[in-house]
């Protein structure tokens, strides 16, 4: 019996391309959260770019280098949604913590609590530094880069009382496609 299944499996690996979709820049304003706590920071913008050709995706892998404002000695968790955070009544602007989205200002951030829509896909970790390389692998990434919409976002302690800029650079997500 396994003789037989060689066959077919040598057929699936030979039936899979890879290929490199080069992600645009992201900016994420901190403003002087010091911790989002149990929740993630998100932009009000997505990442958005051209998906890749129509294939099934088996397989997945961003990596890019995370650069900030000013030097930062702290580990940052990523998380990966396809919901816009403005769109989810349990998201919050930093700004506006007990008012509805939508009165006021525009928010360019947004505070989620981890739920459902919301998946862990990486780390980066900053040692008095200003810049730090990450990989990011997941689910939620993956359905993200297949649609061409994706926010990222980051959960943290320990970031300066003052506002930092973060910005996601050079990112290429590595996708393998087959059968």
Known sequence: MRRALWPLALLLAACSVALTVNLPD???????????GERVAYPKDPLAFAPPALGVVRGLRVEGVLEASQPLSLTLEFY???????????CRSPGLPFAPQGIGVEPTLYL????????????????NSRTT????????????????????????SGLPST?????FRNMRAHVVLGL
């Open 112 to 127: 989620c609590p981890i739920g459902p829509e919301d998946e862990r896909v990486g780390e980066a970790r900053f040692q």
């Open 26 to 36: 992201q900016t994420l304003e901190l403003p002087g959260l010091a911790d989002t």
């Open 163 to 167: 506002p930092v800029t973060l910005i």
């Open 80 to 90: 990966a949604r396809t919901q816009d955070p403005g769109q989810d009544p349990d």
């Open 133 to 156: 390389p990450f990989t990011l692998q997941g689910t939620r990434l993956a359905e993200g880069i297949r649609t061409g919409r994706l926010w990222l976002g980051i959960k943290a």
